[in-house]
């Protein structure tokens, strides 16, 4: 038998791709075990040292199929007692958080998700929280999630980030040290570079695509060496032969030197000409007082692309639809505004514990078309017309046609199927008016400007 060596394979996982065909991602025994060393310096020996206990109790809930797994299952290895939950209690928060305070559990890391749920079900109740250390990681924290975390007594949070590629959790950053998500620093023995297109580093505060490098880094894709040689580039600031891992994540350098997550470089979506974050549009979303989470998302239904909002209501709050979307046409731009919002009592996540995009219903946008009914032959014409290239029942004479789900491809739509009806349309005509009753009367006008001329 051949002696284990620390570049031979630790374990090997799979995570999903693009095109549909899992990833195995080939992890060495030298990624993990500096991970542990790094976690050991980094948090299992502060909250030791704070609590006096030298055996702590440690929560598992993360699926086995997701490399955030063995986080937890490292704590064994410095001597503490890991809880793995079973399947109904990660997915119950009510029954997670019974089980958090009836084990005075000390530790546990969940994603931002699961966590709001667990404060909805009483874990930070009356302003504090029972842990002495929480970990918050496989998606990125809302602001106003992050403000409230921030103010928790007696409670360290960290916010964990790493691709799976990066071997579970490459960098770190402590909650209480700054007021707007961040995800730190690398861990010990890591490295990161913030590169643009050219692979040139970016000053601080200027977008770059997210590279690391360093002890962390898989070996590779399984049997993929192609996808292995796209993902996995040398690294040009070393001389070593060393590679870097593309990650895919934009983030910006903060003055002091931490890294702020910024999103996928492959998340922006482009609506009716507009290149969209809708990061952007969560953020101004979030600080709705009545909100507690929010998600953006472009869907398509019925070949019409429109952005919707999904919110998940504050305890005791209910806030209306069409208010909330007004209340956001109101500090955004024209193009940034959601077709709809659409209320949950929680958000779909998967096995392990990210945001399900899939399981989001569709809206009723249809329930957005709320204005006053056609008067006339003409503005039910164009109602008509404008409820037929939507695919909507129906559509009010003072509905806003953008709001509805309109776009630039459905505007050439309607203007010539109101050609082919005898009008004089042109999509210019669409943007302007907006509404069918604004535009029938700027058609009529036109009309009878082009018959008294003649």
């Known amino acids: 038998m051949r002696p284990l060596r620390p570049e031979n394979p630790a374990y090997l996982i799979y995570t999903s791709g693009s095109t549909g065909a899992p990833k195995g991602v080939v992890i060495t025994h030298r990624s993990v075990v500096n991970l542990f060393h790094s976690h050991r310096r980094a948090l299992y020996e502060p909250v030791v040292e704070r609590t006096g206990r030298s055996r ?5 809930a993360w699926s086995f199929s997701f490399d955030a ?47 709001a749920q667990l404060e909805q079900a009483g874990l930070t109740e009356g302003g504090s929280c029972p842990l002495p250390l929480l970990g918050v990681g496989g998606e990125a924290v809302p602001d106003s999630q992050w403000a409230g975390l921030r103010e928790l007594p007696g409670t360290d949070v960290v916010n964990l980030y790493g691709p799976t590629e990066g071997t579970v959790d490459a960098m770190i950053a402590h909650v209480r040290d700054s007021e707007h998500q961040l995800i730190g620093r690398p861990v010990d023995n890591a490295r990161v570079h913030l590169l643009d297109a050219g692979l040139r580093p970016v000053p601080p505060g200027v977008p770059g695509e997210m590279y690391l490098a360093g002890a962390g880094l898989a070996r590779g894709y399984r049997g993929r060496a192609a996808l292995t040689a796209e993902r996995f580039v040398a690294d040009p600031f070393a001389a070593d032969g060393s590679r870097l891992y593309r990650t895919g994540d934009l983030a910006r350098w903060t003055r002091d030197g931490a890294v702020e997550f910024l999103g996928r470089a492959d998340d922006q979506v482009k609506i009716r000409g507009f290149r969209i974050e809708p990061g952007e549009i969560e953020t101004v979303a979030a600080a709705h007082p009545d909100l507690s989470r929010v998600v953006v998302t472009a869907r398509e239904d019925d070949g019409v692309r429109r952005l919707v909002a999904y919110g998940v209501p504050r305890p005791g709050s209910a806030p209306d639809p069409a208010a909330l979307r007004a209340w956001l046409a109101e500090r955004l731009p024209a193009h940034l505004v959601p077709a709809a919002v659409v209320l949950l009592g929680a958000l779909p996540v998967t096995a392990n514990a990210k945001l399900d995009r899939d ?7 249809g329930a957005a078309a709320v204005g006053r009914e056609p008067e006339g032959e003409r503005e039910d014409a164009v109602c008509a017309a404008m409820a037929e290239v939507l695919s909507l029942p129906r559509v009010g004479a003072d509905d806003d046609f953008f709001a509805l789900g309109g776009d630039s ?18 999509p210019k005509d669409v943007f302007r008016h907006r509404t069918a ?12 400007d082009a018959a008294a001329d003649g």
């Open 69 to 115: 797994s063995w986080q937890p299952q490292l704590w064994m290895f410095h001597g503490h007692c890991v809880h793995v939950l079973a399947e109904d209690a990660q997915r119950d928060p009510e029954e997670l958080h019974r089980y958090l305070r009836a084990h005075a559990i000390d530790f546990i890391e969940v994603a931002p998700t699961v966590l």
């Open 56 to 60: 702590l109790h440690v929560g598992h």
């Open 437 to 448: 009753a604004g535009l029938a009367a700027g058609l009529r006008r036109r009309n009878a």
């Open 409 to 426: 491809i459905v505007t050439v739509r309607l203007a010539g199927l109101l050609r082919a009806g005898g009008w004089d349309a042109a």
């Open 359 to 365: 399981r989001l219903p569709a809206p009723d946008f």
